[in-house]
């Protein structure tokens, strides 16, 4: 399994209220991505890295914001949490140095917004 | 834009009944079709990456291949710990974002 974890893995929150997700991984590749999964929806990208202070948006950023300043942590920041922000939210990394493209997930934080 | 489209949306099959899942795909310059298997309450499982048409990768009893509009996951006499959600999702020239399609829930029956 790819070295990924997510923290936290469940969380309960509030209209309004702030909220940081983080995603740790211990494989040393360059790039990492914030996607969300929804029901009758496939994954979608929220905002993606490709190095340290290297950000970009993704399809789905409205709402969103991220932050990089080690290789190993990718934080994703709900600055105004809505309900419509209640998602299943993975992390995941890839390292197309090598021309391998393949993105490894973590196990995903499940947040509900009440 | 890219698009992805798997189907069937869900496949009962009997233990042994082997069959196949199809992603259907438009993309601007493929870069990578890829395969995962996810488990309820679990992120995907990488499967396979697939890169030029004709190419295959098989593992265990599962087997992937490609054309230049779609891909085909063939499952061999499955056993029900097949039973999965198997995304399919696509690269293309440009960006780094995967384009997912919405999953095909196998469940085998015993």
């Known amino acids: 399994d790819a070295g990924i974890t997510q923290s936290p893995r469940h969380k309960v929150t509030e209209t309004g209220t702030p909220v940081t997700l983080r995603c740790h991984q211990t494989?040393?590749?360059?790039?990492m991505y914030w996607y969300r999964q929804d029901p009758g929806h496939g994954l979608r990208l929220i905002h993606y890295?490709?190095?340290?202070?290297?950000?970009d948006k993704g399809e789905v950023s409205d709402g969103y914001s991220v932050s990089r300043s080690k290789t190993e942590d990718f934080l994703l920041t709900l600055e105004s949490a809505t309900s419509s922000q209640t998602s299943v939210y993975f992390c995941?990394?890839?390292?197309?140095?090598?021309?391998?493209?393949?993105?490894?997930f973590g196990p995903g934080t499940r947040l509900l917004v009440l | 834009e890219d698009q992805v489209t798997q189907s069937p949306e869900a496949l009962r099959l009997q233990e042994g009944e082997s069959s196949s899942l199809n992603c259907s795909y438009t993309?601007?310059?493929?870069?990578?079709l890829f395969w995962y298997r996810q488990d309820p309450g679990k992120g995907p499982e990488f499967l396979f990456t697939?890169?030029?048409a004709g190419e295959e990768k098989e593992k265990e009893r599962l087997k992937a291949t490609l054309t230049k509009k779609e891909s085909f996951l063939h499952i061999t006499a499955p056993k029900p710990e097949d039973s999965a959600t198997y995304l399919c999702?696509?690269?293309?020239?440009?960006?780094?974002?995967?384009?997912f399609g919405k999953g095909t829930k196998l469940s085998v029956i015993p």
């Open positions: 995941a990394i890839s390292d197309p140095s090598g021309g391998q493209e393949t993105q490894y």
């Open positions: 494989e040393n590749h360059r790039y």
């Open positions: 890295s490709y190095g340290v202070k290297d950000t």
């Open positions: 993309v601007s310059g493929l870069r990578g």
């Open positions: 697939l890169y030029s």
């Open positions: 999702a696509v690269r293309g020239a440009g960006s780094y974002q995967l384009t």
